[in-house]
């Protein structure tokens, strides 16, 4: 299965961006983890790809000297939470830009750190996006990313596909697509003239309730089935939130794992 079209995506978030961080706690603390690994320094100029509602970017501010910040989304409903939070960072001047990042408006060299965080995944074309995200970095520069690595959520992968469920068959194919090799996102990196200094990923054991975990997904994959008639959609929402209740333990408790790919590159200067 292919990524899903931009605008799908797009209109996804839009939906779910009042809510989406409530959804998403492990991916703001993935930010801060990414975050926390950017060589010590000053990075007056981020551009922030894939921004959604800003976190990453909210973490980077107080802790990384940024002055100007440029947020690119797809989604202005996104960008909409993301232009009321930065109002906290009333001396840092903002630019967001609803746009894809194929076709964003970025000078080239213009920035000193790119963030991309939990938004790679979701790019159809994930190596002429990481060159168009290289192309914007200063010489010295840096760039950072965070993205679903290997085998995540394959818990859930086999639950939907011992279904047989067709549509539900969506979801599955998507988190399957949506995985980040780190082999692969190295060899993007170095093609674009970049030098990784630092690439791993990290396991997480998560124990959540069937209700939360399928908000999750409510939130992030809405739009794999938005081309089928309202009632149909809803239908397929409640076989998911079912399924997911169907699979606990006997505390209540749905587990499965998560896979994360974080990056540190820098350009030469």
């Known amino acids: 299965m292919e990524p899903p079209p931009p ?6 978030f839009d939906r779910s961006a009042r809510v989406y961080e409530g959804h998403v706690a492990v991916n703001r603390a993935g930010a801060r983890r990414l975050v926390a690994s950017v060589p010590e320094g000053r990075y007056p100029r981020l551009l922030d790809v894939g921004c959604g509602t800003g976190f990453a970017s909210l973490e980077a501010i107080p802790r990384l000297g940024v002055e100007r910040v440029l947020g690119v989304d797809a989604s202005a409903s996104m960008l909409d939470v993301f232009r009321e939070r930065l109002r906290a960072f009333p001396g840092v001047r903002a630019e967001l830009q609803a746009s894809d990042v194929l076709h964003m408006r970025v000078e080239d060299a213009g920035a000193d750190l790119v963030l991309c965080t939990m938004a790679l995944h979701w790019f159809t074309e ?12 200063a010489p010295g520069g840096v760039l950072g990313i965070l993205a679903p690595g290997p085998a995540h959520d394959r818990e859930t992968v086999a639950l939907v596909r011992a279904t047989g469920d067709p549509i539900l068959a969506r979801l599955a194919d998507s988190i399957e697509d949506n995985e980040i090799d780190p082999d692969v996102l190295i060899a993007h990196l170095a093609a674009a003239g970049l030098a990784p200094e630092d690439v791993w990923t990290e396991t997480r054991h998560r ?37 997911f209740g169907s699979a606990t333990d006997e505390d209540g408790a749905y587990r499965y794992r998560f896979v994360k790919t974080f990056a540190i590159a820098r350009r030469s200067r």
Request: net charge neutral.
């Open 7 to 12: 605008r799908l995506a797009a209109e996804s």
């Open 126 to 137: 994930r190596a002429a996006a990481i060159e168009r995200m290289a192309r914007a970095i």
């Open 207 to 243: 124990v959540t309730t069937p209700a939360a975990y399928g908000a999750r997904m409510e939130a992030v994959a809405s739009h794999l089935w938005s081309d089928l008639p309202a009632d149909e959609q809803a239908s397929v929402l409640a076989r998911m939130y079912a399924l």
